[in-house]
């Protein structure tokens, strides 16, 4: 049965693609999971709908993102955290704790986008990666304090 894929199977080629598989795990699987749609004229028809749906919400989310990046490039966040003696943190700031100041500054940014190439164990200024958008990525200025 030839089938056009409406989202990636991994088990198959990508999104878009005329595939041919067999009745039943077309039946059973990818037509009821929304994943395929019988190859017919009708079905080309709604594939290229939801093509140009896809691309203009994946334009929209560029822009946005690319918005949030001047946002959070612009920021600095400081982090109070209690130290020792030469200045070591009793732990590290982790991407959780940046995740919840750049929450308490308006800006919500899941803590798995956030890259922290070095451990912050130590009070100083770091820069921090933020994954935006799949090519967009902005650099979060931290200065780490000593708590009070």
């Known amino acids: ?3 056009i894929l409406i989202k990636d199977v991994e088990s198959l080629v ?3 693609e005329k595939v041919k598989v067999a009745p039943g795990y ?3 699987y990818l037509i009821p999971k929304n994943l395929a749609l019988k190859a017919t004229k009708g079905s080309l028809k709604k594939l290229e709908e939801i093509k140009l749906r896809d691309e203009k919400a994946k334009d929209k ?3 946005s993102a690319e918005v949030l990046k001047e946002k959070i490039e612009l920021l600095t966040l400081t982090l109070r955290k209690t130290a020792g003696e030469e200045d070591k ?3 590290s700031v982790t991407s959780s704790d940046i995740a919840e100041s750049l929450s308490a500054e308006g ?3 899941d ?3 956030i ?3 070095e451990s912050i164990k130590r009070i100083g200024e770091y820069t921090v990666s933020v994954k935006l958008f799949s090519e967009i990525a902005a650099n979060l200025k931290i200065e780490v304090l000593r708590e009070e």
């Open 26 to 28: 077309a039946r059973n």
């Open 61 to 63: 989310e560029k822009l």
């Open 115 to 117: 890259v922290i190439d």
């Open 14 to 16: 990508k999104t878009g």
């Open 89 to 91: 943190l009793f732990g």
């Open 107 to 109: 800006i919500d940014v």
């Open 111 to 113: 803590k798995r986008k």
């Open 1 to 3: 049965m030839e089938v």
